[in-house]
């Protein structure tokens, strides 16, 4: 079956320390985002890439970092510069072509906990 | 900027209708609808586009009035699997979806 796959789906980091979520897709889609979710604040925009080797930031990218070496695959590292790195992350893919006008598939999602 | 959804939060008894509203301060080409259930991910609904028609499937269906870039999803009949928490994301170019903060919708019998 095709879809995304995150993992962990549960991460538990002490401060000070990187963690790199996985995402992976088999959808053949060309867009692929990261969201970051906290209570009553909805999904707001990490980074996301259009094509293999480029990447933009969204509206909360600071204090983390991805890249997109393959088509399949977009990790999202939390740096230790990342303030408040307690939340659930989605991340999702769409088919090529303006953002705004295809379907977004979602994983399953990653909870992330720094003690 | 995000979108404002409204209401928070609403509750239901099964059978009863409810309207859930978007509104954007920015023209939009387009308008999402997504469901989430409880540490799950988001469930896509349906999409309005800039031009198009009013959607629907089953009994929920939703509108885009462009000129007041405003969307609203409505749920007939409720029915206790449609509780969740309802997003709306918004296309104004450019830059991916934005999304509002959600309406948790209750359906109790």
């Known amino acids: 079956d095709g879809g995304i796959t995150q993992s962990p789906k549960y991460l538990f980091r002490k401060e000070g320390q990187n963690v790199t979520l996985s995402c992976e897709q088999n959808l053949n889609h060309d867009a692929m985002y990261w969201y970051r979710q906290d209570p009553g604040q909805g999904l707001r925009l990490i980074y996301y890439s259009q094509i293999v080797n480029d990447f933009q930031k969204g509206d909360i990218a600071e204090g983390y970092s991805v890249s997109r070496e393959k088509k399949e695959s977009f990790p999202l590292t939390v740096t230790s510069a990342q303030k408040n790195p307690t939340a659930f992350y989605l991340c999702?893919?769409?088919?090529?072509?303006?953002?705004?006008?295809?379907?977004?598939?979602f994983g399953e999602g990653s909870r992330l906990t720094v003690l | 900027q995000q979108p404002v959804q409204s209401p928070q939060a609403v509750i239901l008894r099964e059978g009863e209708d409810a309207v859930i509203n978007c509104s954007s301060s920015?023209?939009?080409?387009?308008v999402h609808w997504y469901r989430q259930k409880h540490g799950e991910a988001p469930v896509f609904l349906m999409i309005l586009l800039k031009g198009g028609e009013q959607k629907g499937h089953d009994k929920i269906s939703a509108s885009f009035n462009e000129k007041k870039q405003q969307s609203s999803l409505y749920l007939t009949a409720s029915q206790l699997s449609y509780s969740g928490t309802y997003f709306c994301g918004t296309y104004s170019g450019n830059t991916p979806l934005v999304f509002g903060k959600g309406t948790r919708l209750s359906v109790i019998a």
């Open positions: 999702a893919s769409s088919i090529a072509g303006a953002p705004g006008t295809g379907e977004l598939f």
């Open positions: 920015k023209a939009l080409y387009s």
